[in-house]
């Protein structure tokens, strides 16, 4: 689906939002260092995917360069089909987590992945995905194995703007 662009009632366009991830935002902890999240996010292969270190659970903090709407996303296994992530955890907005808040905050939104959704994209509540700037993915759990990998997760929605929030500060701050 790279490339992706699917309008929307408004003209809009669906769209990959890859580009606009900040990659000096992007975090990966309990993430294998010869497998990082960087694999998953950008080079989307099967060759170069990401790997739990040392358990299953994996979490990524991730920034936009822009606000975003995020309608679904795509997340692809490796062969191993018990080491690919099944429980998920999805908070909007929480810009840094950690393991034990992650599993007892309530997220945005959790999903129990299916066969179906490691081939095909995972829709998300629309309306709880507005105005979003920042994700914190929380991988709980696999489909067994003693380590999680996946080749790619890719976000698809719509830019809410061209406003970089990297630009914003705070009312009141000096330029």
Do not use: H, W
Request: glycine fraction near 4%.
């Amino acid at each position: 689906m790279e490339g992706l662009m699917m309008p929307t009632e408004d003209k809009q366009q669906i769209e990959d939002l890859t580009a606009y991830i900040d990659k000096k935002s992007v975090e990966g902890f309990n993430v294998a260092k010869a497998y990082p999240i960087d694999n998953a996010l950008f080079n989307k292969t099967e060759v170069s995917f990401t790997k739990s270190d040392s358990d299953p659970q994996i979490l990524i903090n991730l920034s936009f360069t822009s606000p975003a709407k995020i309608k679904f996303f795509e997340l692809r296994g490796t062969s191993n089909t018990k080491a690919r992530p099944k429980t998920i955890k999805i908070f909007k907005n929480k810009v840094t987590a950690d393991f034990d808040e992650c599993e007892n905050d309530e997220p945005t939104q959790e999903i129990t992945l299916k066969e179906a959704d490691y081939s095909g994209k995972t829709e998300l509540k629309f309306v709880k995905f507005q105005s979003v700037t920042s994700l914190t993915i929380f991988i709980q759990d696999n489909c067994g194995a003693d380590t999680t990998e996946f080749s790619s997760l890719t976000f698809y929605g719509l830019r809410s703007g061209d406003m970089d929030v990297k630009q914003l500060k705070k009312v009141g701050e000096d330029e």
